[in-house]
């Protein structure tokens, strides 16, 4: 079964740091995601990318954030000067509308800033 | 911003059934989804309801009642391996990204 793959799985950064995590949505999908979850809370959308431009963002997703395609197949979240407060497990997403609403996830990227 | 409550924690027998309950903002609706995402992992699809009614899908079963803001997800013949949390999340009309409730965490005992 296709599925989203993430690397790496988990990365420690000191504050201030520029982190960069890796996507690879499932091959045929047209819509990607990052979302968060900080520990012990609920899912959180950041951002949604199609046809290689951002079509949707939370106010989460500020100036730090930026996503990219940098090829056919990998999806990147760029975090510019992490802070301790974007210690978080980060899912990217995947869906076809062609094939429903359905998003699924990758295994996720454990961020921890120190 | 979209209001979604679920319980925050259900406990139920090995063999039982269980319900968990969701309601949602009916404004802008466009769909129901619910995960299940054990601890450490990644929300996993279950089910997504857009029209009334019961969709069932194995021991897994999704319920929605659009003029109420109400879905259920139902649960028979729990196993061990179901002690996790379950997700509701909304679609709204015109975006992709979906909204996520706390999730209720289902503990299935022996």
């Known amino acids: 079964e296709p599925e989203v793959t993430q690397t790496p799985s988990h990365q420690v950064t000191q504050m201030g740091q520029e982190v960069i995590l890796r996507c690879v949505p499932i091959s045929n999908h047209l819509y990607f995601y990052w979302y968060r979850q900080i520990l012990g809370q609920k899912v959180e959308f950041l951002v949604s990318?199609?046809?290689?431009?951002?079509?949707?963002k939370s106010e989460i997703f500020d100036d730090q954030f930026s996503v990219e395609r940098p090829d056919g197949s990998n999806f990147t979240l760029k975090i510019r000067s992490t802070k301790l407060e974007d210690s978080a497990m980060y899912f990217c997403a995947s869906s076809d509308p062609s094939s429903g609403n359905t998003i699924y996830f990758g295994e996720g990227s454990w961020l921890t800033v120190v | 911003g979209q209001n979604i409550d679920q319980p925050t924690e259900m406990t139920a027998t090995e063999g039982a059934i269980v319900q968990i309950n969701c309601t949602y903002q009916?404004?802008?609706?466009?769909?129901l989804f619910w995960y299940q995402q054990h601890a450490g992992e990644a929300p996993t699809f279950l089910s997504y309801?857009?029209?009334?009614g019961l969709e069932e899908k194995g021991r897994f079963s999704s319920f929605l009642s659009r003029s109420k803001g109400y879905s259920y997800l139902l649960l028979k013949e729990l196993q061990m391996k179901d002690s996790a949390s379950y997700l509701c999340a909304q679609l709204d009309t015109g975006r992709r990204a979906l909204t996520f409730g706390s999730g209720t965490r289902l503990q299935v005992q022996p």
């Open positions: 990318f199609y046809n290689n431009e951002i079509s949707e």
């Open positions: 009916t404004s802008g609706f466009n769909g």
């Open positions: 309801n857009v029209l009334d």
